[in-house]
């Protein structure tokens, strides 16, 4: 779920930019005040009634007075990174055969929606046809993703290339007590181990993808010239 933190900042956790790491962080460093919603929620979702596991419906209203707490509007905090290494951790996560390509919900339905779900049935046991599969489906597909949570109520987007650092700044930023050597020196958490075959682009997919994910490039920082 998001998480609320001491203070009253939100962060919103993008599928696969190192927010699994982030959280047990912001844990680990005692820093978490509560929960909103779906784990991956996005703005929009954030701004829409839930379920509760009592069945419970819970209203945007409600949402906003748990998350606001001492603030007007709760600073909004997620990270991103370059959509080609997304594309890449995505692929690596799927093809464990404990995942094995399984469905995420359904993009359509309240409560079970995920918001990678418009990707089920586009695995592929070779990386350059699950990425024209993507392609077929929803081109931009990072792009999109990213922009329905860095949206402009979103006060700070850091990078999963620069994840350590960006999270310190983050919390200097809202003034919180931490360890910043302990963040700093953190394992890394739910990284994706490496599968048989290689991840190679083919360059004119690469080409492509890179042609249709410039707003998840270029509003970043990204060159898309850098890109592994």
């Known amino acids: 779920m998001a998480l609320i933190l001491e203070g009253g900042a939100v962060f919103l956790h993008i599928p696969k930019t190192g927010g699994t790491w ?52 709760p600073f909004i905090f997620c990270f991103v990174r370059h959509p080609l290494k997304w594309y890449e951790s ?14 995420w919900g359904d993009e359509k339905d309240l409560f079970r929606w995920h918001p990678n779900a418009v990707l089920n049935g586009c695995g592929a046991p070779e990386f350059n046809q699950f990425v024209r ?39 200097k930023r809202l003034n919180l007590n931490f360890d910043e050597d302990f963040v700093m020196n953190h394992r890394e958490v739910n990284a994706s ?15 492509r993808v890179v042609s249709l994910e410039q707003v998840a490039l270029l509003p970043y920082g990204y060159p898309p010239e850098t890109a592994a």
């Open 22 to 73: 982030v959280t047990e962080v912001l844990k680990e460093c005692g820093l978490v005040n509560g929960g909103l919603s779906h784990m991956h929620v996005n703005m929009e979702r954030l701004m829409v009634p839930f379920k509760t596991r009592n069945g419970k419906m819970v209203g945007p209203l409600g949402l906003w007075r748990i998350a606001r707490t001492l603030k007007p509007k």
């Open 90 to 103: 995505w692929f690596k996560y799927m093809s464990q055969p404990s995942r094995n390509w399984c469905a």
């Open 133 to 171: 599969n993507v392609v077929a489906k929803r081109p931009g597909y990072v792009s999109e993703l990213y922009a329905s949570y860095a949206q402009p109520q979103v006060d700070f987007v850091g990078k999963q290339e620069n994840l350590r650092a960006d999270l310190v700044a983050v919390l």
């Open 193 to 207: 181990p490496e599968v048989n075959r290689p991840v190679q682009w083919e360059p004119a997919l690469r080409e």
